[in-house]
């Protein structure tokens, strides 16, 4: 029996700087596609995974993502005079119960191993999931809840990943694949946005992690990687061999919303699948 994940990081210091201007005072995490923020999918793919605990690593001028989980009395306040019902239950509707979200502040930005080593205290021993909230994966089950049920099976270490063109292998961390059963790959290695002619294979890591609490003791060492910072790749490399350490070959859709084609591919995406929008989106990628 696996102790069961309940607990999730979102590491969302970043500076966001591909989106700038916008993203001078908005975090790249609030960007929204359709009418929900980067960060509310994240949330909400966690809570179906069934996941109650949300610890988010911030930075300076996040406080925005904050507010965006609490109550908005004086909008509530008007919508109830108005009248308007509808509105006020979708402003209302990531309300969670008192203490389920944390908040730590990363002081410097030394990469993603350095944000998930910032949640080390409230982690505090137990196995948890990672989401990178600007990777947007559409799936039916999302794709948390699709690593918790191998997780279930297997244990140990589960990354997500997607088969990537080789020219594109610098761009992420690749696994050394083992066994594979089904959609399910052991990894036996791990390196971070390899030479494409060195890359180990093209399944690449992307935003969705399972980790055991020992890769804290491996972050705490602060090796420096890939782009000068802390790699979370790297300590996940050193716990191959000492425990289970599985790929998921996940179902669904990716979206590099870190990028502006990304943002707009998952924008027109998940609009054309609105009942609302997608025979005006269709009208409008006719006309041009």
């Not at 009418?35 to 690593?57: F, N, S």
């Not at 989401?131 to 099976?153: C, F, H, S, T, W």
């Not at 609302?276 to 989106?281: E, W, Y």
Request: charged share 25%; hydrophobic share 40%; net charge negative.
């Amino acid at each position: 029996m696996h102790k069961p994940i309940k607990k999730i990081v979102l590491p969302v210091a970043g500076l966001g700087t591909r989106f700038l201007p916008a993203t001078k005072a908005i975090p790249k995490e609030m960007l929204p596609v359709l009418d929900r923020p980067l960060i509310q999918y994240a949330v909400e793919e966690a809570l179906e995974a069934g996941i109650d605990e949300i610890i988010m690593v911030t930075g300076r001028n996040k406080q925005v993502m904050e507010d965006h989980f609490d109550h908005a009395y004086e909008l509530e306040k008007i919508l109830q005079e108005k009248g308007k019902d509808e509105a006020l239950e979708i402003s209302r509707s990531m309300l969670l119960e008192e203490g389920r979200i944390t908040y730590v502040r990363q002081m410097r930005p030394r990469g993603l191993g350095h944000a998930i080593w910032c949640a080390r205290a409230f982690v505090n021993g137990s196995p948890f999931a990672v989401a990178l909230p600007d990777d947007l994966i559409k799936g039916k089950p999302g794709v948390l809840k699709q690593m918790v049920e191998a997780y279930n099976e297997v244990g140990g270490n589960i990354v997500a990943t997607m088969n990537v063109p080789r020219e594109d292998t610098s761009k992420y961390g690749v696994i050394t694949p083992g066994t594979k059963t089904k959609n399910l790959i052991e990894v036996t290695g791990l390196v971070e946005k390899p030479h494409p002619e060195d890359a180990p294979s093209t399944e690449a890591v992307v935003g969705r992690y399972i980790l055991q609490p020992e890769v804290m003791d491996k972050l705490a060492e602060k090796q420096i990687g890939a782009g000068g910072e802390i790699q979370l790749t790297d300590a996940l490399e050193k716990l191959i061999g000492e425990q289970p350490f599985h790929a998921l070959n996940f179902e669904g859709r990716r979206f590099d919303c870190g990028s502006k084609i990304g943002w707009l591919m998952a924008n027109l995406s998940f609009a054309a699948e609105d009942p609302h929008l997608a025979s005006r989106i269709k009208e409008l990628i006719t006309f041009q």
